[in-house]
């Protein structure tokens, strides 16, 4: 019994001694700057520029907020690796840099994928509840990126 309670408390030091060093390391969290007009978010009608802000903000634009949880490890890791990812994919603060094939690409998306429930990410949603889209705010979404589908062609 003795010997188990020794093990137990050798175990949690070696854990809080490695949970304590691992917080020096902290993985990129940064904002970019983005020039003014660059943002698909200029070309969107307050309507969809609030669904865009309130559902998509944290993973594809460089305005990400980064809640207090983004600090402690390794949740920031987790957090960060998903952000880094989601802006690699689409990055709508930098809409201006792409081309149409891959503007028409991403508007096509902004509507198939939050219809079939692919986007906000079920894991985002845990912690966000706010970004859940209604089946109005996907509604919104796509008669929006059809009708701009329609003036890049």
């Not at 700057?33 to 660059?38: C, E, F, K, Q, S």
């Not at 902004?110 to 509840?129: A, F, N």
Request: include cysteine.
């Amino acid at each position: 019994m003795v010997r188990m309670a020794r093990r137990a408390r050798a175990g949690l030091v070696l854990f809080l001694v490695i949970f304590i060093g691992a917080q020096f390391f902290r993985p990129d969290r940064t904002n970019p700057a983005t020039p003014p007009g660059h943002s698909l978010i200029a070309k969107a009608p307050p309507a969809v520029g609030s669904i865009l802000d309130r559902a998509c903000r944290d993973c594809h634009s460089n305005e990400t907020r980064w809640p207090w949880y983004t600090n402690v490890v390794p949740t920031s890791w987790m957090i960060a690796n998903h952000v880094h990812e989601g802006r690699d994919h689409f990055n709508y603060s930098l809409w201006s840099t792409y081309d149409e094939d891959e503007q028409d690409k991403f508007l096509a998306g902004m509507c198939s994928l939050p219809k079939r429930g692919r986007m906000p990410l079920p894991s985002y949603l845990v912690l966000h509840h706010e970004a859940t889209l209604s089946a109005a705010d996907v509604a919104t979404l796509c008669g929006w990126s059809e009708k701009m589908r329609d003036m890049l062609q």
